[in-house]
């Protein structure tokens, strides 16, 4: 689980560099590189992020102790 772990915070990492270009230099590097965003290679990098983010999730639950920070509440 270390691999999808690393893995899908590198692609969240990367997604909000994207972002940010988006956003203050109007900059798709997406795009360029794929195509529209109606294009199917586009849709699938767009996609990729969205679960990386979703599986970050669990990261609201991590302490460096191990275990919960909501255990004792």
Not at 4 to 32: K, N, P, Q, S, Y
Request: net charge positive; hydrophobic share 50%.
């Amino acid at each position: 689980m270390k691999i999808i772990d690393r893995a899908a915070l590198t692609i969240l990492i990367i997604g909000g560099i994207h972002l940010l270009l988006i956003g203050l230099f109007g900059f798709d590097f997406v795009e360029i590189l794929l195509g529209d965003a109606e294009q199917w290679g586009t849709r699938i990098v767009y996609i990729l992020i969205g679960l990386s983010a979703l599986w970050c999730f669990k990261y609201y639950s991590f302490t460096p102790r191990g275990g919960s920070r909501l255990k004792d509440r």
